[in-house]
Every structure is written in structure tokens, then in C-alpha cells.
């Protein structure tokens, strides 16, 4: 996994135990793993 994944991943996170949203959670998995398939 590349540096700026991890990061991404991370921030995540974070995001997601500030918001408590399972819905962002699973918007932002989403994402990150359509990020990968690149």
C-alpha cells in the first residue's frame, strides 16, 4: 500500500469516531477501496 493510503485510511478513522456514522464509514470504505483498484 502506497504512503498517502495509509494517510487516507487514517483519516478515516478518525473521521469516522468523531462523526459516529456507520453510513460515512461505509461512503468512505467505498471509496478508499475503489481508490486501490487504480
Do not use: D, H, P
Amino acid at each position: 500500500m502506497e504512503v498517502g493510503a495509509l494517510v487516507f485510511e487514517n483519516y478515516i478513522q478518525r473521521e469516522t469516531l468523531k462523526r459516529c456514522s456507520r453510513r460515512f464509514a461505509n461512503f468512505a470504505t467505498i471509496i478508499f477501496k475503489l481508490l486501490l483498484k487504480r
